[in-house]
């Protein structure tokens, strides 16, 4: 027996001295409606306060058709990225009367199905799923029941709407600077999971920019395994191992690959002739580091307003396109 105790309306009714249909009519926002004494609305009102009492969810839910509840989906919070575009949905999703309830994948699909059910079972009105799997069926049948919208990463080849950062030609912008700078004559890249978007889109962005440098590009300058900060220092080893040397410019996707590289970095003391480093992501901490990196700065405002406004045009039965959000170069490098 659980040594806590939940009220329920009947209890709040005994305390105030109503009756249940009459507490349910006054904590629902109805007592104007049936006319209900103010001196007896004043009264429930009071007890509920005094136990921190509020209607069922459930019971509103189901009268109301909506939960005022909101689902994302993400790998981790670790991910500073990530970590952005949660806390913008939050703010934003509050600004519009839903609350945000939030569920961790940790990349792994059997975990984000777990995940997207208990939201569904939470009636949630809608989900922002930043998605671990490239299956678009794994998704499609949770849009068959809710509305869905897939932020920061998409599946190619899919129908299921998304609101992904324009990565493509930003990061051929910085890539092609990086090439053509004095004495460069090798730039790699680290990716994270193939067949994500991201490492699709970035690794397309890389290579557009050599070419626009013409700058081909060779065996072994392309690194890819997952996002997470480990595999940053994993693909530095790698590639210098397989190189012979240490890269002259390191171009990570993402900013925890970006952490992995700079950790491997200090374990190795190359702050001392370090190469040229470039993100896709930002952190205001890279304003602070011995080395200079250039970044590519996603717009997590832009990407969590597209978002939202997308999941709840959908519910309100409306057609939609998907969005490709702008994003911004941040140079600090200051030969650029």
Same mark, same amino acid.
């Given at each position: 027996?659980?040594?806590?105790?939940?009220?329920?309306?009947?209890?709040?009714?005994?305390?105030?001295?109503?009756?249940?249909?009459?507490?349910?009519?006054?904590?629902?926002?109805?007592?104007?409606?049936?006319?209900?004494?103010?001196?007896?609305?004043?009264?429930?009102?009071?007890?509920?306060?005094?136990?921190?009492?509020?209607?069922?969810?459930?019971?509103?839910?189901?009268?109301?058709?909506?939960?005022?509840?909101?689902?994302?989906?993400?790998?981790?919070?670790?991910?500073?990225?990530?970590?952005?575009?949660?806390?913008?949905?939050?703010?934003?999703?509050?600004?519009?009367?839903?609350?945000?309830?939030?569920?961790?994948?940790?990349?792994?699909?059997?975990?984000?199905?777990?995940?997207?059910?208990?939201?569904?079972?939470?009636?949630?009105?809608?989900?922002?799923?930043?998605?671990?799997?490239?299956?678009?069926?794994?998704?499609?049948?949770?849009?068959?029941?809710?509305?869905?919208?897939?932020?920061?990463?998409?599946?190619?080849?899919?129908?299921?709407?998304?609101?992904?950062?324009?990565?493509?030609?930003?990061?051929?912008?910085?890539?092609?600077?990086?090439?053509?700078?004095?004495?460069?004559?090798?730039?790699?890249?680290?990716?994270? %999971?193939?067949? #994500?978007?991201? +490492? =699709?889109?970035? *690794?397309? &962005?890389?290579? @557009?920019?050599?070419?626009?440098?013409? $700058?081909?590009?060779?065996?072994?300058?392309?690194?890819?395994?997952?996002?997470?900060?480990?595999?940053?220092?994993?693909?530095?080893?790698?590639?210098?191992?397989?190189?012979?040397?240490?890269? %002259?410019?390191? #171009?990570?996707? +993402? =900013?925890?690959? *970006?952490? &992995?590289?700079? @950790?491997?970095?200090?374990?190795?003391? $190359?702050?001392?002739?370090?190469?040229?480093?470039?993100?896709?992501?930002?952190?205001?901490?890279?304003?602070?580091?011995?080395?200079?990196?250039?970044?590519?700065?996603?717009?997590?405002?832009?990407?969590?307003?597209?978002?939202?406004?997308?999941?709840?045009?959908?519910?309100?039965?409306?057609?939609?396109?998907?969005?490709?959000?702008?994003?911004?170069?941040?140079?600090?490098?200051?030969?650029?």
């Amino acid at each position: 027996m659980s040594q806590y105790e939940r009220l329920t309306i009947d209890d709040i009714a005994r305390l105030a001295g109503v009756s249940k249909t009459t507490a349910s009519m006054v904590l629902n926002g109805r007592a104007a409606e049936y006319r209900i004494a103010a001196a007896t609305r004043d009264r429930v009102l009071a007890v509920a306060a005094e136990y921190h009492f509020s209607p069922s969810q459930s019971a509103r839910t189901l009268r109301n058709r909506s939960s005022g509840t909101l689902g994302l989906v993400i790998p981790e919070l670790t991910n500073f990225a990530h970590a952005m575009l949660a806390q913008e949905l939050e703010i934003q999703s509050r600004a519009l009367g839903y609350q945000l309830l939030l569920v961790t994948s940790e990349d792994d699909p059997e975990r984000e199905d777990e995940g997207i059910r208990h939201l569904l079972s939470r009636q949630v009105d809608g989900l922002l799923v930043v998605p671990s799997a490239v299956d678009a069926e794994a998704y499609s049948r949770y849009a068959q029941r809710t509305p869905l919208v897939l932020v920061d990463r998409r599946i190619p080849d899919s129908p299921l709407p998304f609101v992904v950062t324009a990565a493509e030609g930003m990061v051929a912008d910085l890539v092609a600077e990086l090439a053509t700078a004095p004495d460069v004559n090798e730039v790699v890249f680290f990716g994270g %999971q193939p067949d #994500f978007s991201p +490492s =699709i889109d970035r *690794l397309a &962005g890389y290579r @557009a920019g050599l070419a626009r440098a013409a $700058l081909p590009e060779q065996e072994g300058w392309v690194w890819q395994r997952t996002f997470q900060r480990q595999s940053g220092a994993e693909l530095m080893a790698a590639c210098h191992a397989a190189l012979g040397h240490y890269p %002259q410019v390191v #171009f990570a996707a +993402s =900013i925890t690959l *970006l952490e &992995g590289v700079l @950790a491997y970095m200090k374990e190795h003391h $190359l702050f001392r002739n370090p190469p040229r480093l470039a993100s896709f992501d930002n952190h205001d901490l890279l304003d602070c580091l011995p080395v200079a990196v250039d970044s590519i700065v996603q717009d997590s405002a832009g990407l969590a307003a597209a978002a939202l406004a997308r999941v709840l045009a959908l519910r309100e039965g409306q057609r939609i396109q998907s969005e490709w959000v702008a994003a911004r170069l941040l140079r600090r490098s200051t030969s650029a």
